[in-house]
């Protein structure tokens, strides 16, 4: 039929379609003839049977206990439906391995089945593979789930449809991940209320969690519904790793959000809880949470201190499993932006080398996507912009790959930094399709920066007043400073005598520098006040102002910050 339709057009040795192939209805003949040609073949009509239920493919060792036939009949038998070419054969039994030489013809002795008996078969096919195959169970659980499930008995495969979730969560399979556990609960609400079963939908929610904040962005709006619908259950439930798990997904979801001070809420009751409860091994994840939340509020010493706790704790615990985000390079990269804004810059990069050395210890893709945009974002800070696109290029491929939609978002925009208007703009394209508003502050600011690049100041001045007005609403300052420097450096261009204005945005990005302790940021607004100040023939005040700063850059470390301040204050010491 699909010869005669002109659909297909041959290509040497196969044939392939020339367009969208339209819906096409199997002819009731040949389904008809499928059925005939099986109970013509009644003798062993229940091979080709039990073979359909176990699927496409089936191996002699696992047909041969669930058909309880003794080995000469079940191997006759099979031979018998081979001779009349509804499956073929590979290897010899006990090791051969059977096929349907077409999906209808499984389809067509599937169909065959009376419900009792298909539910009798899946039964035995997924009792066989736990006690016989048990190896196989835990590698491939969605196999006993989705028999399990065809059999009817809910309760034995939601617990497999977990399991399957949770293995493809650790391999970052998230779409999969999902659709597993997407299963398990829609199975578990034909269950009748229970402690038990609220447990249950409790442990699916928490990995659903999981794997919609990997696949589909932190601040998905799915993933809010889950964590609250987890909320409501872990008040009924008295697992306190649970209550933390819950309390987590929330706190990830109001951070993402931009909800920063909500997400300080949260933060300090995980570590409340991990000290109430006496749950050790948590302790690390709940400092990393108040970390990361501190990191965005701009309390910088505050954020390097809970990541110092962090690191000490997962390593006194030594975690076995291989997370998808790992709680070690989450902190090392998280410290590296703490350390650079304290202006401790040997210290970032040992930070950032430790999150790389992690990353590839561990070769899953997520932990190295975030460090490859941690790492652009380092060498950002540190003015080089061909090392940012290279490492923003590799996250984005990573995250294109793997489906991270979050990260891809934000290495996308270190990739506008160097690229131009057009990828920058594309990346707050990308940004606003997340529903985030966390670092929308910086995405905005590094749009704004590109925009004063390309003499579209009108634009950057919209973009910088639209990242403080970001800022305001979601209580994240970290970036305020160079922010607020940034616009004063702009209104100078825009107007080489609006001098009071920039004066003012430069002296509260100084301000604000101080407060955050903040001094790699301090030094720039006090390069970019001496500047003005020098302009102004208040060359004193501009060398006191900068030399102060400069001095507590005692490191033996070069960056285009040093260097611009030491010659201007080379210059400011000659008269």
């Not at 003949?29 to 109970?39: G, I, K, M």
Request: with cysteine; aromatic share 8%; proline share 3%.
């Amino acid at each position: 039929m699909l010869l005669e339709s002109g659909f297909l057009r041959e290509t040497g040795d196969c044939y392939a379609l020339d367009g969208p192939l339209p819906p096409l209805a199997i002819p009731t003949t040949l389904q008809a003839s499928l059925v005939a040609r099986l109970d013509r073949l009644s003798s062993v009509k229940d091979v080709a049977q039990i073979g359909a239920a176990i699927g496409r493919e089936f191996s002699y060792e696992l047909i041969a206990p669930v058909s309880a036939l003794p080995p000469g009949e079940l191997e006759a038998a099979l031979e018998q439906l081979a001779a009349a070419g509804l499956i073929s054969r590979r290897g010899a039994p006990p090791v051969a391995t059977y096929s349907f030489k077409h999906a209808l013809v499984q389809d067509a002795a599937y169909a065959s089945l009376v419900r009792s008996r298909r539910h009798g078969l899946h039964a035995t096919i997924a009792r066989v593979l736990e006690e016989r195959f048990p190896a196989l169970a835990q590698a491939q659980p969605e196999l006993v789930a989705h028999h399990y499930t065809s059999a009817g008995l809910y309760r034995q495969s939601i617990s497999y449809w977990l399991k399957a979730g949770q293995l493809a969560n650790n391999r970052s399979a998230n779409s999969e991940a999902a659709s597993h556990l997407s299963r398990g609960l829609e199975l578990l609400a034909t269950l009748p209320s229970s402690c038990e079963r609220d447990s249950r939908e409790l442990d699916l929610l928490l990995a659903l969690g999981r794997a919609l904040i990997i696949g589909k962005g932190y601040a998905d709006p799915e993933v809010e519904r889950v964590y609250s619908r987890a909320q409501a259950l872990s008040t009924e439930v008295s697992d306190p790793s649970q209550r933390f798990a819950v309390v987590r997904g929330l706190w990830t979801f109001r951070l993402a959000k931009g909800e920063v001070e909500s997400a300080r809420h949260l933060a300090t009751e995980l570590l409340q809880l991990t000290e109430e409860q006496q749950l050790a091994h948590l302790r690390s994840a709940a400092n990393l949470s108040l970390g990361q939340t501190a990191v965005h509020l701009g309390s910088f010493v505050d954020a390097h201190r809970y990541f110092e706790r962090a690191i000490e704790q997962t390593k006194a615990t030594a975690p076995r499993r291989r997370p998808t985000q790992d709680v070690l390079v989450t902190c090392y990269c998280y410290d590296a932006q703490a350390l650079w804004h304290l202006g401790r810059l040997q210290e970032t990069v040992r930070r950032i080398e430790d999150a790389i050395a992690r990353a590839k210890e561990l070769t899953t893709p997520y932990n190295s996507a975030f460090a490859f945009f941690h790492t652009a974002c380092i060498h950002r800070y540190l003015g080089d912009k061909a090392g940012a696109r290279r490492w923003a290029l590799q996250s984005i491929a990573l995250s294109e790959e793997h489906s991270f939609p979050y990260l891809r978002a934000f290495a996308m925009a270190l990739r506008g930094w160097s690229g131009g208007v057009t990828e920058a703009e594309e990346a707050l394209a990308a940004f606003r399709q997340t529903g985030a508003g966390l670092w929308g502050v910086e995405v905005l600011a590094i749009l704004a920066e590109v925009y004063a690049d390309a003499e579209r100041s009108t634009e950057a001045l919209e973009h910088l007043e639209a990242s403080l007005a970001e800022g305001r609403r979601t209580g994240e300052r970290w970036r305020e400073a160079e922010v607020q420097r940034r616009l004063g450096e702009l209104l100078l261009r825009m107007s080489p005598a609006a001098h009071h204005e920039a004066e003012e945005s430069f002296s509260q990005a100084l301000q604000v520098a101080r407060e955050q302790h903040a001094k790699s940021l301090e030094l720039r607004a006090a390069l970019s006040l001496s500047r003005l100040w020098c302009r102004l023939d208040k060359r004193a005040d501009a060398h006191r102002l900068l030399a102060g700063v400069y001095g507590y850059f005692t490191e033996d470390f070069d960056t285009a910050d040093l260097r611009d301040a030491k010659a201007l204050l080379g210059e400011l010491s000659h008269p």
